[in-house]
């Protein structure tokens, strides 16, 4: 039979899987064969070209690479990227693929080195090739492939002459049968994009090497045994030797080797050198000794418990696609480690395997996943789905015995993944055999086995954390047959997938973390996901920007939904990172409500002792007070802490008091020299003393000037009662506002509600509030009271509003707002916010330095707040902003009692929050909102470089808003974090200065 790019079968003329060890373990020799390639791009797979031309006159291509991101960013001479999340972009037509189908035809010539061994076997090795490709040498067509995300070898012995310079030639389509198992929410993108190598294998070669290495808790005493064997040449045992010198310990593969070690985890992630060698090669691994089991339903590492902290990682790079670089991978393991991220599902494929390198080095736990998503077959409800076609049985079986073959060395690997929606069906069960088969030491995760028949453990996506709550209590909904229920039951339970950080979020994220401390047998979850995957382009105009699904003029795409990472595309942390890093602490520190701080020790296998836990007494930037703690707890320890008795409180001023502990980390210990740095945080929390004095009550006299209008302090108005000036600066905008630019979260309906947020606020006009004065006049004690409604269209709801100005003595600087709202009519179930938006004339406005008193650094919701801590912040209005790579709603400072602007021309603006209840609560402070642009143009543009200021200066100074939640996928705003509409009082001072 003709393999073509159509054929339902496995490689053909490769050499069987095995080991990859890391670059450089080996002593044989290698030969790069990355470089520039001669390339040229066909459209369709029947190219005409000879496989022995050698394109001398072609283009040139780097390899590795995506043939799409060849000139990127500025142009796209091979085709266009092309984002869709589930559904495929070509018709369901299994194993069919459209005859418009880009082929690029790769040549490179090689010569072997002078001083390449003789004897054994050379092979070519691709780390992946995307999506099916055939492999010629010098002319004649040895070998045909596929698995994107998987290696291949290719036995070119036998073809190869001395000294002899050879065409290697590779055709790669984009699209092919196995398109239709790749199907995982990525960017299509194309070629050759890991690298290339000659390996040579010498006799009695070392080419599978399969390291167990058990760690017994109970004794301290690691149980080493190496069996290797070859694969290429004559397949069998070799006879090798095997020493790890750091233990004295020497012995022959196939023996059992036991000695007292320090075991590997990912808060302790210790390696030993384990040398195996035979007269031909030595290969040197490191290894760490650690046991993974489930008990009573409880996953644990050497004996003890733990939770999965982690997220989805795809391989990205802005302008490299999936072709990351080896500082890519390490910059992506040090983020996670400095913000508290313990582990990592490689979605939805193996990941290059320097980054398993990486997490056996620095310390992360990993689920390995498989190559495989069928997502698209959803649509068609999962009908013609490999997944239970017997056709593609051998393929898949083979795709996870690839997986388990290259990587099982890793010590933190803890669970292998058979794939991500991909349905169920009867190749389920046949992966599970393959993989047990290979390896029974390590647990089987696959969500797509809803009822757990096949796994080890009970995986689910994006359930709410009222649900999880259920599951960790073993009091979800049973299923309907009795047996697989109380199997499932027994079973330790992981969000592969949850809290879903497109954009600003998640929200949430607390939640659910809580729920993961409650009950042992929640394992914890994957963070969807790590980065945003927006592509670097450049615009008609040379402006760089990040791109999502339709940038590239897409017909079918899913747009921005490739964006929702919690870092941005150049990987800078979003505001979303460092929220997770709060939720994630090591040693949280958590106030009670009996005004106690209680500090937990959430490492498993560490004490507190690392850490100083010091505190600070302080009020806005001063610092009245210092303190150290004398305290280490063991492992999964808590206490409660208060503020020493005899700690002398100030009396109430400008801004309050705060008792904030910290835990910090100065010093790295040994294992932790590569990443850590000094004064790392482990965890944070605080306690409000001292609340700020309240604001002396105005006594000033609203004036009527000659043209009808009035004055009141700082504040200018008209006749009507319309706010025209506010120190010194015109007034453009003022008015009471419950709107806000959607986020992406709002733009979609959350799990199992009807519609989205946005759209309710669009039904309810909150979009094009207008105002209507009912009346204006100054009231005995010398206030401007002004009586208005404010409603949109189309609707009898509608705030009524009293504002009432008052001069706070008769000198012109200073003047109190008193806000008071109410609702009427019927209301959505909830708004975006409440509060009044102002925009003043500022043509600097972007220059605008700001310093408040309130809740920082960064921005805060109020269903992701962990990060935020009281204190005196300071920014410029540029810095406020979060350039999301799709502009959204972003940049709340909450709890503010002061802020003070400083304007360019030396002038500048004092707000001061008094009195503010919602509803019948009574808060601290206000949400602070700055920006030098409009919410209708945050909402019009499609990315940060559009927004352009105008102007103006926009201030938000809500008493509330609405939280953010993950509706993008996933539940919505919970309960404790929506805003309804209620009424409103809210006091504000405005001081020029």
């Known amino acids: 039979m003709t393999t073509t790019h159509e054929s339902v079968a496995t490689p053909d003329g490769i050499v069987a899987p095995r080991f990859r060890p890391p670059a450089g373990a080996s002593s044989s020799a290698t030969l790069s ?45 091979y085709g266009v990227p092309e984002y869709n999340n589930v559904l495929y972009p070509f018709p369901v037509d299994p194993p069919h693929v459209p005859d418009d189908n880009p082929t690029g035809e790769y040549r490179t010539t090689f010569r072997l080195p002078a001083d390449w061994p003789d004897g054994g076997r050379t092979l070519l090795r691709f780390e992946g090739v995307d999506s099916w490709f055939q492999v010629a040498l010098d002319g004649e067509l040895l070998a045909t492939s596929h698995g994107s995300r998987l290696p291949t070898e290719v036995d070119l012995t036998d073809k190869l002459r001395d000294g002899g310079e050879h065409l290697l030639a590779v055709r790669v389509t984009k699209w092919s049968a196995m398109s239709y198992v790749e199907d995982q929410d990525q960017w299509w993108l194309s070629g050759i994009f890991r690298s290339v190598t000659l390996e040579h294998r010498p006799d009695d070669a070392l080419d599978d090497v399969r390291v167990h290495a058990d760690y017994d808790h109970t004794t301290g005493v690691g149980t080493l045994r190496v069996d290797a064997t070859t694969v290429v040449a004559a397949p069998g045992a070799v006879a090798a030797r095997v020493a790890v010198p750091e233990l004295g310990i020497e012995g022959v593969a196939g023996e059992e080797l036991q000695v007292a070690v320090e075991p590997w985890s990912a808060e302790q992630p210790r390696l030993y050198d384990v040398v195996v060698s035979t007269d031909t090669e030595t290969v040197t691994l490191a290894v760490g000794f650690r046991t993974v089991s489930i008990e009573d339903g409880v996953f644990l590492v050497n004996g003890r418990p733990i939770k999965l902290r982690g997220v989805n990682r795809h391989e990205f790079d802005p302008l490299r696609g999936r072709a990351v670089t080896p500082e890519r991978m390490l910059e992506d393991v040090l983020l996670m480690k400095r913000h508290h991220i313990n582990s990592v599902r490689t979605s939805h494929y193996p990941p290059h395997p320097h980054f398993l390198d990486l997490c056996d080095r620095y310390g992360l736990y990993v689920i390995d996943e498989n190559d495989l998503e069928t997502h698209g077959f959803l649509g068609e409800s999962w009908a013609g789905n490999p997944t239970d076609d017997p056709a593609w049985t051998e393929v898949l079986v083979d795709r996870v015995t690839r997986t388990v073959r290259r990587d099982a060395h890793h010590a933190s690997i803890i669970m292998w993944s058979l794939g991500n929606e991909a349905g169920g069906g009867r190749n389920v069960p046949a ?29 689910r996506m994006y359930a709410d954390s009222a649900e999880v709550e259920l599951i960790g209590q073993g009091i979800e909904p049973p299923l309907e047959r009795a047996d697989v229920d109380a199997r499932r039951r027994a079973m330790p339970f992981v969000l592969c997938e949850y809290a879903h950080a497109m954009g600003n979020g998640p929200g949430g994220l607390a939640d659910y973390d809580a729920a993961f401390d409650r009950h042992a047998r929640l394992l914890g979850g994957f963070i969807w996901e790590w980065i945003d995957h927006g592509l670097t382009r450049a615009d008609a105009d040379g402006n760089l920007f990040s791109a999502y699904g339709g940038d590239f003029g897409e017909r079918f795409h899913d747009g921005t939904f490739i964006a929702d990472g919690l870092l941005l595309p150049d990987r800078t942390p979003s505001p979303g990172l460092l929220e997770t890093a709060a939720v994630f602490a090591p040693i949280r520190i958590d106030a009670q409500p009996d005004g106690t701080l209680l500090v937990r020790n959430r490492y498993a296998f560490r004490d507190t002792s690392h850490a100083e836990i010091g505190w600070t007494l302080h009020r806005g930037a001063e610092q009245l007070a210092t303190g150290t703690l004398d305290l280490v707890l063991e492992a999964g320890t808590q206490t409660v802490v208060r503020p020493p008795s005899d700690l002398v409180l100030p009396e109430p001023g ?45 006594v000033g006299r609203v004036s009527t000037e000659a043209d009808g209008g009035f004055r009141a302090g700082p504040a200018r108005f008209d006749g009507r009662g319309d706010l025209r000036e506010l120190a010194g600066r015109t007034v453009h905008d003022f008015r009471v506002d419950a709107w806000r630019a959607p986020t992406d979260n709002d733009r979609r309906p959350a799990k199992w509600q009807g519609s989205a947020d946005e759209e309710k606020w669009r039904d309810a006009g909150l979009h094009l509030l207008a105002e209507r004065k009912n009346g204006v006049g100054v009231s005995a004690d010398g206030a401007l009271e002004i009586d208005a409604r404010i409603a949109g269209p189309a609707t009898r709801a509608g705030f009524a509003t009293r504002y009432r100005w008052q001069p706070v003595t008769d000198a012109p600087d200073a003047v109190d707002l008193l806000v008071d709202l109410r609702p009427e009519g019927r209301w959505p179930e909830n708004v975006a916010r409440l509060g009044v938006a102002l925009a003043l004339d500022e043509p600097a406005a972007a220059e605008t330095g700001v310093r408040w008193t309130g809740l920082g650094p960064d921005e805060s919701y109020a269903d992701s707040r962990q990060a935020a801590l009281g204190g005196s912040w300071q920014h410029t209005v540029a810095d406020w902003q979060t350039r999301y790579t799709h502009p959204q709603e972003n940049g709340a400072r909450r709890g503010v009692t002061s802020a003070v602007l400083s304007f360019t021309d030396g002038t500048g603006l004092r707000i001061d929050a008094g009195d503010v209840t919602v509803g019948a609560r009574s808060q601290l402070g206000i949400e602070l909102s700055l920006r030098p642009w409009s919410d209708e143009a945050l909402d019009r543009a499609a990315h940060p470089h559009e927004l352009v200021p105008d102007g103006k200066l926009w201030l938000h100074l809500d008493a509330a808003q609405h939280g953010v939640g993950s509706a993008a996928c996933g539940p919505g705003v919970l309960a404790n974090a929506q805003l309804h509409a209620a009424p409103v009082r809210m006091r504000l001072r405005f001081t020029t200065l």
């Open 33 to 77: 064969l990355d470089g520039e390639w001669r390339f040229r791009l066909f459209p369709h797979p029947e190219t005409g070209v000879d496989r022995a031309e050698r394109g001398d006159d072609w283009d040139r291509l780097a390899v590795p690479g995506h043939w799409q991101l060849a000139e990127a960013p500025h142009a796209w001479p």
């Open 431 to 459: 992966m599970v055999d393959a993989v047990r088969a290979l390896d029974p030491s390590r647990p089987i995760h696959y969500e797509g086995d809803y009822s757990s028949d096949h796994v080890d453990v009970y995986s």
């Open 654 to 698: 400008e801004a309050p008091v705060w008792w904030t502990v910290r835990a910090v980390q100065h010093k790295a210990e040994a294992l932790e020299e590569a990443w850590l740095e000094p004064g790392f945080e482990l965890g944070a929390g605080q306690l409000l003393l001292v609340e700020p004095a309240s604001l002396t009550a105005p």
